[in-house]
């Protein structure tokens, strides 16, 4: 009997270890991709890009990672249960940026030099539309419900709205100066925009189109993840994270993480932030609970992870 | 020549329309040295803010503000060519502090939003000093000229920092 209990217990063990998130971070200065398995907190494997990745975006069903190379002028295509890149497609300009549509494709690029968004098909490989935004397009995110997409354009100090449907641009929202990572909340109502210049956070309402809270956090905030009614926001110069309440957009507390905090996602079951420290060559785990950094794990050389990086293993 | 016209026009737009536009990699780089002194005494040396003349680059110090979060000073440099920068954060009982370089012209040095640390560390009795930089290059846009590139930027960041760290190990070894 208790041997059975035992057995059972590592049954659940072994299965809670197989749908464990993993990140894909992308490592700027040492140009790959670092596979971190986040349930064992150790890295796994490391997938050679080149062109000095930047953004990432993974796909809703995990399958996917799509990679940025600004350098390298490409979109890099990788498949994350086989841990090798597929394709890379060429774009123009200096590819940053980077969304996938909740269905799996297209996948968007900002192109931040030549102030436009590129569609691209992962299916033919090819860019099969330009959109046309504002200047220097940076962040980008799709609504929940694949009909809007966003774009942070950091030179225009706007957040430009497009329709899906039609890839026309319906609508530029004020926000603060120099935008650069943008997050849409799980209900697709609001969106949050790190601004760089002014060092606050604008809270955007979807419907109305327009900026309705503007909250301030720390030195070049970068990216923005939102977990448990509350927003984590990376203060690329203070080495911190700001928390702040969604609701009242009071701040909670600052955690300090490595140097030069970036990319930053909520695991997906809500119990975890994770922080790429571009200097520090270290992914923070902050616990949600207690707001405190509970493990670092080491990434390549220069971590960046700008978008969305963490899967949910099949 | 034409190039060279356009460059300049570029690196003007750069400059007047976005300060902090900058090109697409970040750079890092950080050199240290091991210094025969205790911390507080190589602390003294170098952790004021207001005084860089342990650099020999440096010909002058000007500014305001102290060591207080939001200081300035601007540097006046041996040959010519001025770097403005501002304070950061300060932490005496770390013996660190951080700074940013507000106003630069890419000839004085290539780079652009440019952000550096100095940390005093002991090393068993010894000191070590350590000095981090992270900086994008001096070109805003993509297919920099070389003058103005990823490499250009580190190679010139680094030969300040070696050229500052010896010269603060010279002084404080050789005057103890």
Redesign the interface.
Same mark, same amino acid.
């Given at each position: 009997m208790k041997a059975l209990v035992a057995l059972a217990a590592f049954g659940l063990v072994l299965a809670g270890g197989a749908c464990a998130d993993e990140a894909f971070v992308t490592n700027?200065?040492s140009d790959d991709l670092s596979v971190l398995d986040l349930a064992a907190g150790q890295p796994v494997a490391t997938i050679p890009i080149g062109g %000095?990745p930047?953004g990432v975006a993974v796909s809703t069903d995990g399958a996917r990672a799509y990679v940025t190379s600004?350098?390298g002028?490409t979109l890099s295509i990788v498949d994350t249960a086989a841990r090798k890149v597929l394709a890379q497609i060429s774009v123009a =300009?200096?590819p940053?940026g980077v969304a996938v549509h909740p269905s799996g494709k297209p996948v968007y690029v900002a192109d931040?030099?030549n102030h436009k968004i590129h569609v691209v098909d992962p299916d033919s490989k090819s860019v099969t539309a330009d959109i046309q935004v504002g200047l220097?397009p940076s962040g980008l995110a799709v609504t929940p419900d694949g009909k809007t997409l966003l774009s942070a354009d950091r030179?225009s100090n706007e957040v430009s709205v497009v329709d899906v449907a039609t890839q026309k641009r319906t609508a530029r929202i004020k926000v603060g100066d %120099?935008p650069f990572g943008v997050t849409i909340d799980a209900k697709g109502e609001r969106a949050y925009v790190a601004n760089?210049?002014t060092n606050n956070v604008s809270v955007i309402d979807l419907a109305k189109r327009e900026t309705v809270a503007t909250v301030p956090v720390d030195?070049r905030p970068y990216a923005v993840a939102l977990v448990a009614g509350k927003a984590f926001v990376t203060n690329q /110069?203070?080495n911190s994270v700001s928390v702040f309440d969604l609701t009242s957009f009071a701040k909670i507390t600052d955690i300090p993480v490595g140097? /030069?905090p970036e990319g930053i996602e909520a695991s997906t079951d809500g119990a975890s932030v994770y922080v790429s420290n571009?200097?520090a060559n270290t992914l923070s785990k902050i616990d949600v609970a207690t707001l405190k950094v509970v493990k670092d794990i080491p990434t390549g050389d =220069?971590p960046r992870a700008f978008g969305t990086f963490i899967r949910k293993t099949p | 020549m034409k190039f060279q016209l356009l460059a300049a026009a570029a690196l003007a737009v750069g400059a007047a329309g976005a300060a902090d536009a900058h090109g697409p990699t970040r750079q890092k780089t950080e050199q240290t040295i091991e210094i025969n002194a205790a911390p507080d005494k190589v602390w003294a040396v170098v952790g004021n803010f207001q005084d860089m003349s342990w650099h020999p680059a440096i010909q002058k110090t000007e500014g305001s503000g102290g060591n207080d979060k939001g200081a300035t000073r601007k540097l006046t440099l041996q040959g010519g060519g001025v770097i403005e920068e501002e304070l950061n954060t300060f932490d005496a009982a770390k013996m660190m502090y951080s700074y940013r370089i507000t106003n630069v012209d890419v000839k004085v040095l290539p780079v652009s939003n440019y952000s550096s640390k100095i940390t005093v560390k002991d090393a068993g009795g010894k000191s070590q000093v350590v000095w981090d930089g992270a900086f994008y290059r001096g070109f805003p846009n993509n297919d920099p000229p070389p003058e103005l590139s990823d490499e250009a930027a580190k190679k010139a960041v680094d030969g300040v920092y070696k050229a500052g760290l010896e010269a603060l190990k010279k002084k404080i070894e050789g005057g103890s």
């Open positions: 700027q200065s %000095r930047a600004p350098e002028k =300009g200096g940053l931040w030099y220097s030179d %120099r760089v210049g030195e /110069y203070a140097d /030069y571009w200097f =220069g | -």
